[in-house]
């Protein structure tokens, strides 16, 4: 999974401007949450290796770069990605986290996978603004609190149930994951309503829907 996420980030960095200057940015949702959660992330593995937990270290690096990074985060940047209007700020601004956030986690999951975090490493770090001969002599990630975003993550988990929801209602009724459906939402609220015209290209894209 970790060897296909790169593959993936490096297809679309490479020979890219990832903003290793610090260039303007724009990050919409699916940045500020990735990022948020990489802060929350790095706070529970540094406490699982204090409490010499490094189950509960593995499992929550584990977690992140598995679920929320490479099934979420991954899927979510295409919409941007591969859209023709966007700017060359959101652009960057998707590229550079893509390749700042794998490259930290990269450096969290030195300790428990040497050699694969290695090798990607040496192809990535450029990318981020990194130099350096290897991973080992980099310094272990440490949290930012202010950069923790509790409405990128609120809004976040509502896109996810939204998501989720619409994948549910497929396997149930046995429609195929790529037809296009009309969805209709019932008792939505004015936040529910705020979120779905905010949000509407991600669910289109993740939920393919008309």
Not at 83 to 89: C, F, H, V
């Amino acid at each position: 999974k970790l060897w296909n996420a790169a593959r993936f980030v490096l297809m679309h960095a490479e020979g890219q401007d990832t903003g290793v200057n610090d260039e303007p940015v724009t990050l919409d949702l699916p940045e500020r949450w990735i990022i948020s959660r990489l802060q929350q992330v790095e706070q529970e593995t540094a406490e699982a290796i204090e409490h010499y937990r490094f189950d509960l270290a593995a499992q929550a690096l584990y977690e992140f770069v598995w679920n929320e990074y490479c099934d979420w985060y991954l899927e979510l940047s295409k919409t941007v990605l591969n859209d023709p209007a966007s700017t060359p700020e959101a652009l960057r601004g998707t590229r550079r986290t893509l390749v700042r956030v794998l490259e930290t986690a990269l450096r969290l999951l030195h300790p428990f996978m040497p050699y694969i975090t290695e090798e990607i490493w040496q192809r990535v770090a450029p990318l981020a603004g990194r130099s350096g001969d290897t991973i080992q002599h980099q310094p272990y990630p440490v949290a930012d609190p202010a950069r923790i975003d509790e409405t990128a993550q609120a809004d976040m988990d509502w896109l996810m149930a939204f998501v989720l929801g619409v994948r549910r209602i497929r396997g149930e009724m046995n429609i195929a994951p790529g037809k296009p459906l009309e969805a209709r939402v019932q008792y939505a609220t004015e936040a529910d309503l705020a979120r779905l015209e905010r949000y509407r290209p991600y669910l289109a894209d993740l939920a393919r829907l008309e």
